[in-house]
């Protein structure tokens, strides 16, 4: 484990005498690298299916809102369970809704987010050039 707390006398056999903080710090480091090497994948393999295209601006802006909030709730139950793997598989699935979602947003209204201001296929910050 990476702790700036290692003493002589270590009382957990990791060698740190804060081994739960220790702990925590590494699940949320291991999550937030997961979480982005998946949106990383996710954004260059766009192969979610588009169930939201009928959706007005502000039904789509509820869907992403909706969508984003069950992945901070799934991230913070991770948090105590990093190895359930049903809750695994459905910060999955929602991560990549929400990524499609966004994607499809910020082509049809414009970005709301830094990674998706980039995309290509958002036209709407012409004005910008």
Known sequence: MNCNNQRSNMRYPSGCNCQRSCMEKNNAERMMAERNQMDKVRLEENSCPIPFQNFSQSQLMQYINEVSFAVDDILLYLDTHPND?????????????????????????????????????????KWVE
């Open 85 to 125: 793997k049903n809750a695994l598989s459905f910060f999955h699935d929602n991560v990549s809704k929400r990524i499609a979602a966004m994607k499809y947003y910020a082509a049809q209204y414009g970005p709301l987010t830094v990674d998706t201001a980039h995309d290509n296929e958002s036209c709407s910050w």
